[in-house]
């Protein structure tokens, strides 16, 4: 399952090393700053050593600032048996506690003994001792440290008690959410994480994409048909080829989905660089050729062979059926171009002069710059300023796919944002939504690695 967490922990458990110092000045200012008597604070009355009112006994202070010489030499482990020496020392009082398992904190953080760390810490919190600030400061690097180590009930626990603490770091509500997932409470996590991501949209601000693809893995995992919006969300603002091809995927399992709109939505795979399989390609290129399109076919099919998807295992004999026929379709299309183009020029609709426009447009392969789209994208714009268009919706997104094609970004997203309003009900309405957003989002990511 995704993790939400992989930028956060970092800053959060930064926040240990710098208790080091503090931690290690109140420990051996325990055992130097002396205060008066104080009845009942020691045995047999021995004076006691008092930090901001709080009471250590000389025995303990003694034991204290041993450790933290030995901490400033580096001797872990000699600090560490002192420390337990002092947690020997009969009826601690609960600050006697807070500094040994503060100091034992700081020690183990810095002998890289993580486990200790974290039982130190929550020792520490549990005497109540700390300030307010502090409490909070602590909370922070051992829910972080406890969700690094997968210690997830106890991330959990201290998570929910910064909650009621009103902590402010949203690192740590981060965190709570990535741990409710871990423990199994994928429907809180789920719901919480949902009420961000809402959140942070009405107010304009983005979510980072580990928790977008949290929200999506906990939206597969139980149904959630939310898990489009999700996936829109995430070709909007991080447009990766995996994302497209999810979407792509979700959207072309509506029921009742039209051959024009599955190709239609083939044509978006592409766009977006996703790799067409074996029998995708072969499938958009049987599309192609029902669609009128053989020269589109046809890149294809050589496109497969090119790249070893296709003339290899199984259906290499299917597929070199499919090639034969597109190459007769695409050679018997080119021979009467010139005718077909005259027909179109003269016809009382646009319908032919656009579709030999797009068809131009589709048989270019893919590394052809925008200066080859040209030519095919003003044939489409004559055949829709000539009208009376049999497949209004077609054209016109051939007209946008076009305009996107030949880097007219702007006129694109203008097109397809108008047809869209206008074609709700039309079967290519689910292939206009996805092109839609994909003129408006922002130019390609490369793969997650």
């Not at 420990?27 to 700053?33: E, L, M, R």
């Not at 909070?136 to 201290?158: H, K, M, N, P, Y």
């Not at 656009?354 to 789209?373: E, M």
């Amino acid at each position: 399952m995704p993790e939400l967490t992989s930028r956060a922990l970092p800053a959060c458990a930064a926040l240990l090393l710098s208790l080091s110092w503090p931690l290690a000045a109140s420990a051996q200012a325990a055992a130097t700053t002396t205060a008066p008597a104080t009845p009942g604070a020691g045995a047999s009355g021995t004076p006691a050593l008092e930090i901001n009112a709080r009471v250590v006994r000389p025995e303990v202070g003694v034991l204290l600032q041993a450790a933290q010489s030995l901490l400033q030499e580096n001797k872990f482990a000699e600090a560490l048996a002192k420390l337990t020496d002092a947690e020997a020392i009969l009826n601690r009082t609960p600050w006697e506690t807070w500094v040994i398992e503060r100091t034992r904190a700081s020690t183990a953080q810095r002998a890289g003994n993580t486990a200790l760390t974290i039982q130190s810490l929550d020792a520490a919190l549990l005497t109540g001792q700390a300030d307010a600030t502090e409490t909070l400061s602590l909370i922070e690097a051992l829910v972080s440290l406890s969700l690094r180590e997968r210690d997830t009930a106890r991330a959990l626990r201290w998570a929910n008690r910064y909650e009621e603490l009103k902590g402010t770091n949203d690192v740590v509500r981060v965190m709570r959410i990535q741990a409710m997932a871990d423990s199994g409470d994928e429907a809180g996590a789920k719901q919480a994480l949902a009420a961000r991501v809402e959140e942070a949209g009405k107010a304009g601000r983005s979510t980072p994409e580990s928790h977008l693809r949290l929200l999506l893995s906990l939206q597969y995992r139980s149904k959630d048909p939310g898990s489009s919006t999700t996936l829109e969300r995430l070709v909007n603002s991080y447009p990766r080829p995996e994302y497209w091809a999810e979407l792509v995927s979700a959207t072309s399992r509506a029921p009742n989905l039209s051959d024009r709109a599955l190709l239609e939505l083939y044509r978006l795979l592409r766009a977006t660089g996703s790799k067409l399989t074996a029998d995708m390609r072969a499938e958009m290129a049987f599309l192609s050729l029902r669609a009128g399109q053989p020269a589109e076919a046809l890149v294809l099919v050589e496109e497969g062979y090119a790249d070893g998807s296709l003339g290899t295992g199984t259906g290499a004999a299917e597929h070199g059926r499919l090639r034969d026929q597109a190459r007769r379709a695409a050679a018997a299309d080119q021979a009467d171009r010139a005718a077909a183009e005259a027909a179109a020029r003269r016809a009382a609709d646009g319908t032919a002069l656009a579709d030999l426009g797009f068809a131009k447009i589709s048989a270019l392969p893919p590394q052809a710059g925008a200066a080859a789209v040209e030519p095919g994208l003003t044939m489409i714009e004559q055949g829709v300023a000539k009208g009376g268009l049999k497949r209004p919706a077609e054209i016109r997104l051939h007209l946008g796919i076009a305009q996107m094609a030949a880097g007219r970004k702007d006129a694109a997203q203008q097109t397809l944002t108008d047809l869209l309003a206008q074609a709700t009900n039309d079967p290519l309405a689910p292939a206009i939504r996805l092109w839609s957003i994909y003129a408006g989002a922002p130019a390609l990511l490369p793969p997650r690695q």
